[in-house]
T-cell receptor
Framework: LAKTTQPISMDSYEGQEVNITCSHNNIATNDYITWYQQFPSQGPRFIIQGYKTKVTNEVASLFIPADRKSSTLSLPRVSLSDTAVYYCLVGDGNTDKLIFGTGTRLQVFP | EAQVTQNPRYLITVTGKKLTVTCSQNMNHEYMSWYRQDPGLGLRQIYYSMNVEVTDKGDVPEGYKVSRKEKRNFPLILESPSPNQTSLYFC??????????????FGQGTRLTVV
């Protein structure tokens, strides 16, 4: 079964770049890696998705090395409103289960 | 508007009293799943369904049942709730299948308390 691990928490200041890494040791060969943002008492919200190398959208970048055993979410110039919990999501290499990472609580300070 | 709707949002019940949490999506998604979220444990998958009449266990299925009689609905059933099922529950839907991981949409959550 895929095991995904993330740092429990990170602190940052407004305007800084934040990088959050997720390790996934048994990701499905053809599966994408997806990242979500979650605010208290709300459902997770899609941020970005990628398969390999680098993907960028209007809010984040996603870096995936060739072995795909990890991925790094990069948030440029964070603001106070980026304070949330961030999860990676991968498909298990042996089943049809979707496995969430352990979640990283990001606190942004003024 | 594309959405996943869960009901109820909040529920307090007593041990052993059967309950159902409903989930409905309007995006014609094949894949639906239920997660529970507990402090310090993140989101854990309870059950998932690849399509109508196809369901399978996630990581924490004990004490739960599901059904998928229609594509849009995926109710979560607790036949005999116990206090350790007190949690925040999320339903999600997507067109995910191996090799095609698309965005998952989540419901607003159901906060269940079993006393």
């Amino acid at each position: 079964l895929a095991k995904t691990t993330q740092p429990i928490s990170m602190d940052s200041y407004e305007g800084q770049e934040v990088n959050i890494t997720c390790s996934h040791n048994n990701i499905a060969t053809n599966d994408y890696i997806t990242w979500y943002q979650q605010f208290p008492s709300q459902g997770p919200r899609f941020i970005i998705q990628g398969y390999k190398t680098k993907v960028t959208n209007e809010v984040a970048s996603l870096f995936i090395p060739a072995d795909r055993k990890s991925s790094t979410l990069s948030l440029p110039r964070v603001s106070l409103s980026d304070t949330a919990v961030y999860y990676c999501l991968v498909g298990d290499g042996n089943t049809d289960k979707l496995i969430f990472g352990t979640g990283t609580r990001l606190q942004v300070f003024p | 508007e594309a959405q996943v709707t869960q009901n109820p949002r909040y529920l307090i019940t007593v041990t052993g009293k059967k309950l159902t949490v409903t989930c409905s999506q309007n995006m014609n998604h094949e894949y639906m799943s239920w997660y529970r979220q507990d402090p310090g444990l993140g989101l854990r998958q309870i059950y998932y369904s690849m399509n109508v009449e196809v369901t399978d266990k996630g990581d924490v299925p004990e004490g739960y049942k599901v059904s998928r009689k229609e594509k849009r609905n995926f109710p979560l059933i607790l036949e005999s709730p116990s206090p350790n099922q007190t949690s925040l529950y999320f339903c999600a839907s997507s067109n995910w299948m191996r090799g095609l991981n698309t965005e998952a949409f989540f419901g607003q959550g159901t906060r269940l308390t079993v006393v």
